[in-house]
């Protein structure tokens, strides 16, 4: 017998007689045999059907739709939508330029022609550049970085992800002089404050892009692609360093700042070219465009009319349900009723990934030397760590579906831990041996290779699933710049005092350190995602609208093989996020029932007026 979320009410039989049951129109939530079925509010049913001309053609083919993306399999989404795959790519790639500068930039306190040039003599004797010009630049960086994601916020309602994306990549082409030109670091400080501005615009609209273009089966491909692009341009920009570090000159840190005006022409000739995310166009009520964005993002051999229409019918219903939800689509209502839990999953896990340890792996090279590794050795490591790290985000396409988003962030978190423990005892001896030396640096590649398999990527699709497609843009604003706000106020200033020789010189020690950071994020993790997880039998009151607030505190939603509509659902009815990837939506026509009803009657009570009238 199903016990549903409103007390009296029972279930109705299916045909057969059985006992065996699915929610009623009335049932937002009912356990039939130990599996909880959802279905939307009948509530927000009526008012979507009040909206709409024909809401039971609607609610048919959006219900086509989903259970099309839903059993779609991998091979035929790669076979049907391989041109929205290479969009997607396009436009992630503006990223490479971000990792590219961002590992440049970051190699550089550690490069001899940058130290040279700008650095103060050290107690070794060699030139260094003082740790408060480190944090700065890199907390320029991040100012830059939360300016440009606000505007990419009003921009993107206003132009759409790919106008936006092109006018910050014509401003990057321009903002690349004051780093090139920079005599003092003061100029090259504002360089980089105006390079971070464009960098935010690429942060945001290269996610949102990729997970409104494809269907389910490629999201997380599309949306771990992005990470992909940051390792890719690490990795360039570690090769070019490495060619260019035994050069003694100016031009050995101005050539690589020179090879960033390649990148912006070709990456904005197919921005241009690419159709605009349906989406967006769905939600700006621009129904041609969004048909024709769908039919240029597959294959018309495996995507007819039909098709097109159901997927459609499928925005157009996800939108309705989440303006009838949550009708704003401002930053505030992102604070507000059920997206309150979706961005303070986003924020928290992107806050998890900078405070994980991944602040010495981004420091690598700098974190080498301080261990007692030659320069060259240094970039040398830098670069074979880039390496590993794209075989590790390639690694998580492959389990990242069969494990689930979750677990790999926490398993990944606690090999973390582990590896910046052994890399603090290595720095226990001062200075540390050959031996101890090396050890530490192996650990360090690992402890990147193992972020970059686990919460590196996996952050970019829990991001993009998790908000409502109405909020997706200004929730991954929001969580970027949470993350943005900590690495200002925090990482930034910590770790660059803790390698520093003419500051806090722990060398292997500050691993110690991020060990006890990421155990803290580890701990909230764990809670969020293994709430309840000793019980047997956990107790049945969680759905009881009463207890719903202290069910929902501890859980973190697992996403995998959902499509946006079915989230919206779950969120909706307060699901708790243990039981998402259990919880089962059987169609989207559940719910909608008494609605289409109302409609009808109405249909006919209004002709039969007109009737009477003639």
């Not at 921005?271 to 989406?279: H, N, V």
């Not at 465009?289 to 051999?301: D, F, I, P, Y």
């Not at 720095?427 to 650990?443: D, K, L, V």
């Amino acid at each position: 017998m199903a016990n549903s979320v409103e007390d009296g009410q029972q279930p109705a039989r299916v045909e057969g007689g059985d006992d065996k049951s699915r929610p009623t129109t009335r049932q937002r939530v009912s356990s039939v045999e130990g599996e909880e079925y959802v279905q939307i509010d009948p509530t927000i049913a009526s008012r979507i059907a009040a909206n709409v001309d024909d809401f039971m053609t609607l609610v048919d083919e959006a219900n086509q739709a989903n259970e099309r993306e839903r059993d779609m399999t991998l091979s035929h989404a790669f076979k049907v939508y391989p041109k929205a795959i290479a969009w997607s790519m396009i436009l992630s790639s503006c990223l490479i330029m971000e990792g590219y500068d961002t590992a440049v930039v970051g190699s550089y306190i550690s490069y001899p022609p940058f130290r040279d040039k700008f650095g103060i003599p050290a107690p070794n004797g060699e030139h260094q550049i003082p740790a408060s010009w480190q944090n700065g630049i890199a907390g320029a960086t991040n100012v830059g970085e939360i300016i440009g994601l606000q505007i990419a916020g009003i921009l993107c309602e206003r132009w759409g992800y790919r106008y936006t994306l092109l006018a910050a990549l014509v401003a990057v082409v321009g903002f690349i002089f004051f780093p090139f030109f920079a005599g003092s670091l003061t100029v090259f400080l504002v360089g980089e404050l105006f390079q971070g501005m464009a960098w935010g615009v690429f942060q945001t609209m290269t996610v949102a892009y990729a997970a409104e273009v494809c269907p389910v089966p490629l999201r997380h491909y599309l949306t771990t692609y992005v990470n992909l692009c940051w390792i890719i341009g690490q990795f360039i920009s570690s090769g070019v360093l490495v060619g260019l570090v035994n050069r003694q000159d100016e031009w050995g840190y101005k050539i690589p700042f020179a090879l960033q005006w390649f990148w912006p022409i070709p990456i904005a000739i197919g921005t241009y070219l690419a159709p605009e995310s349906p989406w967006w166009c769905v939600r700006h009520n621009r129904k041609a465009q969004a048909e024709a964005s769908l039919k240029r993002l597959a294959r018309s051999s495996g995507f007819s009319q039909r098709d097109a229409d159901a997927a459609m019918a499928l925005m157009v219903y996800t939108d309705e349900m989440e303006k009838q939800v949550a009708e704003g689509t401002t930053y505030w209502d992102c604070f507000k009723g059920i997206d309150l839990r979706r961005t303070e999953i986003v924020c928290f896990i992107w806050l998890a990934q900078t405070m994980s340890g991944t602040a010495i792996g981004g420091l690598s090279s700098y974190f080498y030397q301080q261990a007692g590794i030659s320069d060259e050795d240094s970039f040398k490591l830098g670069w074979g760590q880039n390496g590993l790290n794209f075989l590790g985000t390639v690694a998580t396409w492959f389990i990242l579906n069969k494990v689930g988003r979750k677990t790999l962030v926490f398993w990944g978190m606690i090999v973390m831990f582990i590896l910046l423990l052994i890399t603090g005892f290595m720095g226990i001896h001062n200075p540390p041996s050959t031996a101890e030396a090396w050890t530490a640096g192996t650990m360090v590649i690992l402890l990147s290779a193992t972020a970059n398999f686990s919460i590196g990527p996996v952050v970019y699709t829990i991001v993009s699933e998790v908000p409502s497609t109405r909020l997706r843009a200004k929730s991954i604003i929001l969580a970027r710049n949470a993350y943005n706000a900590i690495n200002i106020a925090f990482v930034n200033v910590v770790s660059y005092r803790q390698l520093s020789p003419v500051e806090w010189n722990w060398g292997p020690k500050a691993a110690f350190f991020w060990a006890g950071t990421n155990i803290i994020f580890t701990t909230w993790i764990f809670f969020r995602l293994r709430q309840y997880s000793l019980r047997t039998s956990p107790p049945d009151f969680s759905y009881h609208p009463r207890y719903l607030s202290i069910a929902n505190a501890h859980e973190t939603a697992e996403t995998k093989g959902r499509t946006y509509a079915e989230l919206d659902i779950l969120f909706e009815n307060k699901v708790p996020a243990r039981k998402f990837a259990s919880t089962k939506i059987d169609t989207l026509i559940n719910g909608t029932e008494m609605a289409q009803k109302e409609q009808v009657d109405h249909i006919v009570s209004r002709t039969e007026s007109r009737t009477l009238e003639v």
